[in-house]
């Protein structure tokens, strides 16, 4: 990779520079409550022990993050299973490994965890983006993929 990059747990002071990537991974999302609620629900985020959000840093930047919640099971042994979502580089700091070196961390916190799989959705059509999940360690057409919007509402 070249520059110092480092993986890690985020912190929870960093929210807003978590909502700047977001800002890019979603650019026509639907407005935040305010600050009020918005904290509140930070904070649950933060101290539930199954869900984990990690950044990646560069030069003392945030520079891109992931989402792992780790989701309790009964079968497979009751041996829990992943899923990442949010995976988000900032647009100037892509093609340089850092989305692949996030994605390795959190796979690795699901294997210590013992999961049996971790998933992940792309809404991407692009054979590039694609292509980096295969080579992030992700294998495509083995399972079909459906979602479910509330009445009314879509991506």
Request: hydrophobic share 35%; charged share 25%; net charge negative.
């Amino acid at each position: 990779m070249g520059e110092e990059f480092s993986v890690r747990r985020i912190k929870p002071e960093e929210l807003d520079e978590l909502l700047a990537l977001y800002a890019q991974l979603h650019p026509d999302d639907d407005p935040l409550p305010d600050r009020a609620e918005l904290y509140l629900k930070w904070a649950d985020i933060i101290l539930n022990p199954l869900l984990h959000y990690f950044v990646g840093e560069c030069g003392g930047e945030i520079v891109s993050s992931c989402t792992l919640a780790i989701i309790p099971n009964l079968t497979r042994g009751a041996r829990p299973y992943g899923l990442i979502e949010n995976v988000i580089t900032r647009e100037d700091c892509r093609n340089r490994g850092f989305g692949t070196a996030i994605l390795h961390y959190a796979l690795q916190i699901a294997w210590d965890a013992h999961c049996y799989k971790v998933m992940l959705l792309s809404g991407s059509k692009k054979e590039e983006t694609l292509q980096f999940y295969d080579g992030a360690g992700f294998q495509r057409g083995i399972k079909t993929g459906y979602i479910a919007y509330p009445p009314g509402e879509s991506s």
